[in-house]
């Protein structure tokens, strides 16, 4: 294990700390005064970024509370306040005891179907970085459900995209997509997000979407692409995506680990009116 690195100070080089399992998460930040953003604020930005750039992964341990806040120039309580909302956030695990200590949890995405921001989105909000491992990128014939979906005659050409979907070099999904035949659609960089390229090349953004739920059993292939057991409980989530006018343009069979998405939707009591 790398030890915890401390910037170097007048008479002083790299310092190791015993007994942690931290790895390098970068230079403690010079914290800022009089900008107007708190102490506590900045010092949980930094560590987001940390473990968003890789450099804390999850189940590493933070230095000693006493330990980090000299280094940054605060009172525990300050730090301390930036730990409680790490916490409260999912990002952090606080485990009293010697023994214990501050953690970087194993983070779970909050897929929130109530909108349409893609998985790139709900990533990005979740502070980790969306990846995406293509496994096809084909146009094929259109099966029953694909053209009924898209609204195309049955064996119609479309185009499919198989992905596994990672963040911090996790699988968390494998998704499989159904677009109608557009040109050069296949030649476009796949690892992002998809339904941005739909938005900016096409004029063909996702506005609305029909979305079923199903809990299925992962079968052998989609086992071994996402790295868990045969038979591991998986969510299905079956969509048809529109766009303004109305017109399909995504029909997609996403499988999620529910180890690691926690599947969400808000919803309200719509004003009624008596007859």
């Known amino acids: 294990?790398?030890?915890?690195?401390y910037p170097p100070g007048p008479g002083a080089g790299k310092r190791e700390l015993s007994g942690y399992d931290a790895r390098v998460v970068g230079i403690p930040p010079e914290l800022e005064r009089g900008t107007g953003v708190p102490?506590?604020?900045?010092?949980?930005?930094w560590l987001l970024r940390s473990?968003?750039?890789?450099?804390?992964?999850?189940?590493?341990?933070?230095?000693?509370?006493?330990?980090l806040a000299g280094r940054l120039g605060v009172s525990r309580m300050t730090l301390r306040q930036a730990l409680a909302t790490l916490e409260r956030d999912g990002v952090l695990l606080r485990v009293p005891g010697r023994s214990g200590?501050?953690?970087?949890?194993?983070?779970?995405?909050?897929?929130?179907?109530?909108?349409?921001?893609?998985f790139t989105e709900q990533v990005r909000r979740a502070h980790l970085r969306a990846e995406a491992r293509v496994l096809r990128a084909a146009s094929v014939p259109s099966s029953a459900a694909v053209a009924r979906a898209l609204r195309v005659t049955e064996g119609t050409p479309v185009?499919?995209?198989?992905?596994?979907?990672?963040?911090g070099g996790s699988p968390l999904a494998l998704?499989?997509?159904?677009?109608?035949?557009?040109?050069?659609?296949?030649?476009?960089d796949l690892t992002g997000s998809l339904y941005a390229l739909l938005a900016e090349r096409y004029d063909l953004e996702p506005r609305t979407a029909d979305e079923q739920l199903t809990p299925v059993i992962a079968r052998q292939g989609e086992a071994a692409e996402l790295g868990i057991e045969p038979g591991t409980p998986l969510m299905l989530i079956e969509r048809t995506a529109h766009a303004g006018d109305g017109t399909p343009v995504e029909y997609a069979r996403d499988l999620f680990r529910p180890d690691r998405v926690r599947i969400s939707v808000r919803s309200g009591v719509t004003e009624r009116r008596d007859p």
Do not use: K
């Not at 185009?159 to 963040?167: D, L």
């Open 1 to 5: 294990m790398e030890p915890w690195q």
């Open 39 to 45: 102490a506590h604020v900045q010092i949980e930005r």
């Open 51 to 67: 473990i968003g750039d890789g450099e804390l992964a999850p189940g590493d341990r933070l230095p000693g509370e006493r330990e």
């Open 101 to 118: 200590g501050a953690f970087v949890a194993e983070p779970r995405i909050e897929c929130d179907l109530t909108g349409l921001a893609g």
């Open 159 to 167: 185009n499919e995209i198989a992905r596994v979907r990672s963040a």
């Open 175 to 188: 998704e499989r997509s159904y677009f109608p035949d557009l040109p050069g659609l296949l030649g476009h």
